[in-house]
T-cell receptor, first 115, second 110 residues
Framework: GAGVSQSPSNKVTEKGKDVELRCDPI?????LYWYRQSLGQGLEFLIY????????KSGLPSDRFSAERTGGSVSTLTIQRTQQEDSAVYLC?????????????FGDGTRLSIL | SQKIEQNSEALNIQEGKTATLTCNYT??????LQWYRQDPGRGPVFLLL?????KEKRKERLKVTFDTTLKQSLFHITASQPADSATYLC?????????FGKGTRLHILP
């Protein structure tokens, strides 16, 4: 399909391990977002990429979190030394550009469980 | 700080009736407001956009209003169907930022 693809769909790991989550945005979309959604909570903004501009990292909760976007397409979100409070659904979204109001197209997320 | 409030309790509506969901906000002057639908285990899906200079937008059975004086948006689903059951999120945006509410769960009862 032509939608946003995220992998893995589920990830269970032990506390202290590193995890890497992947997002394939819609082809041609220059804007890419990562969010975290915990049970009963709204979408918590993590990081935003727009074209070749420096990413907006203002939402990353700690220096254990990092993300990159290679070639303006695929993005990976890395969480180092995972903690139990990192358990959540991590959602990726892309949009055509940064014009105000551009709809975001979401993937179905990676459900991360830290044991 | 900026705050978005959506009814945290689930809303139960009889099939065929109009469902109305509320999104209130404080400490913010958004340039636009969006509504998304989210089904369990899925990512949100964009439904409607309304800009600050617009009062109302319609799309099929959906209608959104935006009152910048009351700092409120209302989202209506007319002739509701069980398939409309989902969580509905409002999102406020301006400049480079967008903020999502926690969503309201809607149940359409057959």
């Amino acid at each position: 399909g032509a939608g946003v693809s995220q992998s893995p769909s589920n990830k269970v790991t032990e506390k202290g391990k590193d995890v890497e989550l992947r997002c394939d945005p819609i082809s041609g979309h220059t804007a890419l977002y990562w969010y975290r959604q915990s049970l009963g909570q709204g979408l918590e903004f993590l990081i935003y990429f727009q074209g070749n501009s420096a990413p907006d990292k203002s939402g990353l909760p700690s220096d254990r979190f990092s993300a990159e976007r290679t070639g303006g397409s695929v993005s990976t979100l890395t969480i180092q030394r995972t903690q139990q409070e990192d358990s959540a659904v991590y959602l990726c979204a892309s949009s055509l550009d940064r014009a105000l109001g551009q709809p975001q197209h979401f993937g179905d997320g990676t459900r991360l469980s830290i044991l | 700080s900026q705050k978005i409030e959506q009814n945290s309790e689930a809303l139960n509506i009889q099939e065929g009736k109009t469902a109305t969901l509320t999104c209130n906000y404080t400490n913010y002057s958004p340039a636009y407001l969006q509504w998304y639908r989210q089904d369990p285990g899925r990512g949100p899906v964009f439904l409607l956009l309304i800009r600050e200079n617009e009062k109302e937008k319609r799309k099929e059975r959906l209608k959104v209003t935006f009152d910048t004086t009351l700092k409120q948006s209302l989202f209506h689903i007319t002739a509701s169907q069980p398939a409309d059951s989902a969580t509905y999120l409002c999102a406020l945006g301006g400049d480079d930022k967008i903020i999502f509410g926690k969503g309201t769960r809607l149940h359409i009862l057959p």
